[in-house]
Every structure is written in structure tokens, then in C-alpha cells.
Antibody, heavy 119, light 110 residues
Framework: EVQLVESGGGLVQPGGSLRLSCAAS????????LNWVRQAPGKGLEWLSY????????YYADSVRGRFTISRDNAENSLYLQMNSLRADDTAVYYC????????????WGQGTLVTVSS | QSALTQPASVSGSPGQSITIACTGA?????????VSWYQQHPGKAPKLMIFDVTSRPSGVSHRFSGSKSGNTASLTISGLQAEDEADYYC??????????FGGGTKLTVL
């Protein structure tokens, strides 16, 4: 069974940093591209970042480029999101999502981890 | 990277059909056959319902179908059931490798 489990969320002050992790199991992690997607309270889904299976290609949404860094460790079956210069509008549930090998579709999602940016 | 446009809400009675539109641009929906749809129940993670515009993952009811014309993709749910009540999001691949979601549509089954 495919499983994605996010961790690392919590309360952080504006301007602070946080590192999210996503532990994967049940599939060949190194074969799949992965994404981070977030959802602010009561709002819609927002795509944040993409990383290819080999880490050779990375993309970011304009809203986080320069502040967030996506990375992965294929030996540890883990995906990461380093978040710096956090703002109140970064408050959201953060999901990791696996992308299908062919096409651009998120076929598996974690349960999400809540990040709250507040003083 | 503007969000795709979806109606905020749609509703229908059990057994009826509804269609949710997702409008983008030639740089996203109109330019690629990489439109997907997701269902999200309150407090739950999204679930893939339609991929590559028209395809259904195994296990998803045949009552769900997708299509695209120009810059607008659509999700149709036929034979509405109570359990279909949820939020629905479209997503498209876009120029420069980004992905973009629609604003979401709340489906109410009357």
C-alpha cells in the first residue's frame, strides 16, 4: 500500500523557518516525481513545488520561490520542504503528493501537516 | 500562475447530473492534455478522480467523466449520490513546468 506521511508542522513566528518531511513507503520511491501542495484554512489547494525522481528538475510556484526549497533523499525514501522567511499567509495544511510516472497527476497524497505562522 | 477558474458552488438532486467547468488559458488547460480532477471531503486529503482530461483511475465510479474544449475542462458527475457531496478541484500542467489548481467547487447534493 502506498503511504505518504508528512511531519514537521507546528507553530512558528513570522520570519521563522520550518522543515517539513514526507516519509514514503509501499512503492519504488526513486522512480516517482513528487510535489508539495498546501491548503490554507477554508481555502483551496495551491501547488507549491515539484521535484523529479532524480532531483534533476525542480519547479516552484511564484508565491514561494526564493523562500522555500524542495529536496529529496531517495536512499531514505523521504521528501523535504525547507521553509524560510515564513509569513502569516503561509499558514496552511501542507501535503506531499506523488505524481504519476506518465502525465501530470497526483495519484497519492499524505494526510497533511499543519503549519501555523503567528506571533 | 493564476488559478484556474471554477464556479464556487454547484448543486443537484440525487440521480441528476452536474457539470463543473474549469477555465484556464492556452498556457495551461488549452495547451496540454494534462488536466486532472480531485475530490476532497472535509478534513480529508484530496483524491484523484480524473486524469489526463478523460481517464478514470481504477476504483473510481464510471459516473465520473471528464472532457476538454479549448481552454475549458469539465467534470461531469451523473446519477448524483449523497456521497458525491464534496469539494472538487481541477488541476493543469502549465508552461515552465508549473502546476496550477482551480479555486475549487463545492458540490451540494440536495
Amino acid at each position: 500500500e502506498v503511504q505518504l506521511v508528512e511531519s514537521g508542522g507546528g507553530l512558528v513566528q513570522p520570519g521563522g523557518s520550518l522543515r517539513l518531511s514526507c516519509a514514503a513507503s509501499g512503492f519504488s520511491f526513486s522512480s516517482y516525481s513528487l510535489n508539495w501542495v498546501r491548503q490554507a484554512p477554508g481555502k483551496g489547494l495551491e501547488w507549491l513545488s515539484y521535484i523529479r525522481s532524480s532531483s534533476s528538475t525542480i519547479y516552484y510556484a511564484d508565491s514561494v520561490r526564493g523562500r522555500f526549497t524542495i529536496s529529496r533523499d531517495n536512499a531514505e525514501n523521504s521528501l523535504y520542504l525547507q521553509m524560510n522567511s515564513l509569513r502569516a499567509d503561509d499558514t496552511a495544511v501542507y501535503y506531499c503528493a506523488r505524481e504519476t510516472i506518465v502525465g501530470v497527476n497526483f495519484d497519492s497524497w499524505g494526510q497533511g501537516t499543519l503549519v501555523t505562522v503567528s506571533s | 500562475q493564476s488559478a484556474l477558474t471554477q464556479p464556487a458552488s454547484v448543486s443537484g438532486s440525487p440521480g441528476q447530473s452536474i457539470t463543473i467547468a474549469c477555465t484556464g488559458a492556452s498556457s495551461d488547460v488549452g495547451g496540454y492534455n494534462y488536466v486532472s480532477w480531485y475530490q476532497q471531503h472535509p478534513g480529508k486529503a484530496p483524491k484523484l478522480m480524473i486524469f489526463d482530461v478523460t481517464s478514470r483511475p481504477s476504483g473510481v465510479s464510471h459516473r465520473f467523466s471528464g472532457s476538454k474544449s479549448g481552454n475549458t475542462a469539465s467534470l461531469t458527475i451523473s446519477g448524483l449520490q449523497a456521497e458525491d457531496e464534496a469539494d472538487y478541484y481541477c488541476c493543469s500542467y502549465a508552461d515552465s513546468g508549473s502546476r496550477v489548481f482551480g479555486g475549487g467547487t463545492k458540490l451540494t447534493v440536495l
